[in-house]
Nanobody, 122 residues
Framework: QVQLVESGGGLVQAGGSLRLSCAAS????????MGWFRQAPGKEREFVALISRSGSNTIYADSVKGRFTISRDNAKNTVYLQMNSLKPEDAAVYYC???????????????WGQGTQVTVSS
């Protein structure tokens, strides 16, 4: 199965931007729907965004719509999450994940990265 590694997290002031990357090591990256999820300490893991296999369709959580953009480059086996206008409530560990279908529920994602920390100061 595909292996995923996130990068790009860090500390940013409210209103700032970060770009997260998720690199896949498998040979069938384009076969997967890719999603971004996040989890803050003591909170439930929540859906952030997903992108279809071809990249033609995307879905965003209402909380990030208009601020975050998910994209993918199948030739580079990489999915991205551009995060703009960051808010303190965006602070969390961000995970990328791969699914075999078009799902927003985390339980349907078969492979997960290790996560990257995003901290937003007020």
């Amino acid at each position: 199965q595909v292996q995923l590694v996130e990068s790009g997290g860090g500390l940013v002031q409210a209103g700032g931007s970060l770009r997260l990357s998720c690199a896949a090591s498998g040979r069938t990256f384009s076969s997967y729907v890719m999603g971004w999820f996040r989890q803050a300490p003591g909170k439930e893991r929540e859906f952030v965004a997903l992108i279809s296999r071809s990249g033609s369709n995307t879905i965003y959580a209402d909380s990030v719509k208009g601020r975050f953009t998910i994209s993918r480059d199948n030739a580079k086996n990489t999915v991205y999450l551009q995060m703009n206008s960051l808010k303190p409530e965006d602070a969390a560990v961000y995970y990328c994940a791969a699914a075999e279908g078009f799902f927003t529920d985390a339980q349907w994602y078969q492979v997960w990265g290790q996560g990257t920390q995003v901290t937003v100061s007020s």
